[in-house]
T-cell receptor, first 116, second 114 residues
């Protein structure tokens, strides 16, 4: 199994450009997440999805959009890239095991994005 | 908002020394998870603690969950160079009925001098 696959691994964007970060998982997980990790910082949740067709905002959603048309895919869209969005972006997925439980999150290798 | 504080931010040890990182939450957690991230890598799940006062061991790693479910610790005995990386705790804050989201601490970066 590939697990969680993210593309691209690296990208440099100019201010104002847009792009989509791709994420796919083959573990049939219903929950998927997008995080950003700034240098020396922890992970901050951007958006998450509890299943196909359902998405919700996390801690830092401004400047991003997501969609979840299938269980497998959860792309993250940057519409107008800004220098503050320079970061490492991680996609993760997990299996939902009930409202008072949680399952381990499986992370992709990340996308290193620079906005110049 | 909900916060999970983790200390220390950095720890430099000589190989063979012990290492401990601490995690504290401003609110009661449903459970807590620990992840390890190697330099240039992605977070990898280590363990999950659910019960108050729970202690779990993985070889040289000992994980504890506080009685009040507001704090946790990871202790590594006799560190090795393979332990190098950043250790994150992540607390699950339950929002009443639905699956809560993990709140990650900022991590403790461990370096080990051979």
């Amino acid at each position: 199994n590939a697990g969680v696959t993210q593309t691209p691994k690296f990208r440099i964007l100019k201010i104002g450009q847009s792009m989509t970060l791709q994420c796919a998982q083959d573990m049939n997980h219903n929950y998927m997440y997008w995080y950003r990790q700034d240098p020396g910082m922890g992970l901050k949740l951007i958006y998450y999805s509890v299943g196909a067709g359902i998405t919700d905002k996390g801690e830092v959603p401004n400047g991003y959009n997501v969609s979840r048309s299938t269980t497998e895919d959860f792309p993250l869209r940057l519409e107008l890239a800004a220098p503050s969005q320079t970061s490492v972006y991680f996609c993760a997925s997990s299996y939902f095991a009930g409202p008072y439980s949680n399952q381990p999150q499986h992370f992709g290798d990340g996308t290193r994005l620079s906005i110049l | 908002g909900q916060q999970v504080m983790q200390i220390p931010q950095y720890q430099h040890v000589q190989e063979g020394e012990d290492f401990t990182t601490y995690c504290n939450s401003s609110t009661t957690l449903s459970n807590i998870q620990w992840y390890k991230q190697r330099p240039g890598g992605h977070p990898v799940f280590l363990i999950q603690l659910v019960k108050s006062g729970e202690v779990k061991k993985q070889k040289r790693l000992t994980f504890q969950f506080g009685e009040a479910k507001k704090n946790s610790s990871l202790h590594i005995t006799a560190t090795q160079t393979t332990d190098v990386g950043t250790y994150f705790c992540a607390g699950l804050v339950n929002y009443g009925g639905s699956q809560g989201n993990l709140i990650f601490g900022k991590g403790t970066k461990l370096s080990v001098k051979p």
